[in-house]
């Protein structure tokens, strides 16, 4: 499948059937269990990426180590790709469309692109010039606006809900693709949000959160797991090799015969 192919088949599936559950990756290697487990897309999670080459999350991972990441997930796997890009680790539009060029050049079909405690004005005007680029580069680019009110508190109750409905039709008049809603977690809000914004919806893991059948039920045409594979993952290595440091014995370390398959065949070996 070539890259504007997958493009459209990641635009379907946001369109309609199933809900698209989306694992978020970090590597080549989470990338290809998540595709071998059986999702249909694979997404990249800017926190996870950035915690595994060692920088904090918020647009101070080097771009040229998302570029690394995104290249080698794309290499490694079949189904299409999203990079989170953060805020396009830029505010100068020039710069941001050169960025978003790299980024479908190293393989990814969409992206996230985060307004945080930015002028919604100025998000919609990175949108734009994010969707030209991709217009340039001849890439379908499913543009995923995330709207942080909840995740960052910029507001509460009613006030957030109308703010982020308000995000949300700027963004879309500027290119989005799709809106990422993190942190509203309760089902009335979240049935409120999908049928005040046109767009499809995308929702993140957070506690609480119904499942994704609830969630499609609702009028959800995403749900992304964000960091919660990594800390998963990150979490049964911290236990293992405490175990381990404390006896040295190999049993810290045991596998699940039916989990972690042959990566090295995985990958040509």
């Known amino acids: 499948m070539d890259q504007k192919t997958k493009a459209e088949t990641f635009g379907a599936l946001h369109k309609g059937g199933d809900i698209l559950i989306l694992p978020n990756a970090w590597d080549a290697a989470s990338a290809a269990v998540m595709e071998d487990a059986g999702a249909k897309a694979v997404a990249t999670s800017s926190a996870a990426v950035a915690w595994a080459h060692g920088y904090p999350d918020g ?5 040229e180590k998302l570029l690394f990441t995104v290249e080698t997930v794309a290499r490694v796997v079949n189904v299409p790709v999203t990079a989170d890009i953060e805020g396009g680790y830029t505010d100068d539009l020039g710069v941001l469309a050169d960025n978003v060029k790299a980024v479908i050049g190293a393989g990814a079909v969409g992206v996230n692109l985060e307004d945080g405690a930015r002028d919604p004005e100025l998000h919609a005007r990175k949108i734009a010039a994010a969707r030209q680029a991709a217009e340039s580069a001849g890439v379908a680019l499913f543009i995923n ?7 960052k508190r910029l507001a509460e109750g009613d006030a957030a809900e109308a703010d982020t409905v308000r995000r949300a039709g700027l963004y879309a008049d500027a290119g989005a693709s799709g809106i990422f809603v993190p942190g509203a977690a309760e089902d009335a809000l979240i049935g409120r949000l999908t049928k005040a914004i ?32 990594f800390r998963a993952a990150y979490s ?29 065949k995985r990958f040509g070996g």
């Open 59 to 63: 647009d101070t991972l080097p771009l």
């Open 145 to 151: 606006a995330r709207i942080d009110v909840y995740l």
């Open 198 to 229: 046109a767009l499809p919806v995308n929702i993140m893991l957070w506690p609480g959160l119904s499942g994704a059948a609830s969630l499609q039920a609702l009028g959800v045409r995403r749900v992304s797991s964000g960091g919660a594979p």
């Open 236 to 264: 049964r290595l911290a236990k293992a090799i405490a175990a381990y440091l404390q006896d040295g014995k190999p049993e810290a370390f045991a596998n699940d015969p039916d989990g972690l398959g042959n990566l090295n």
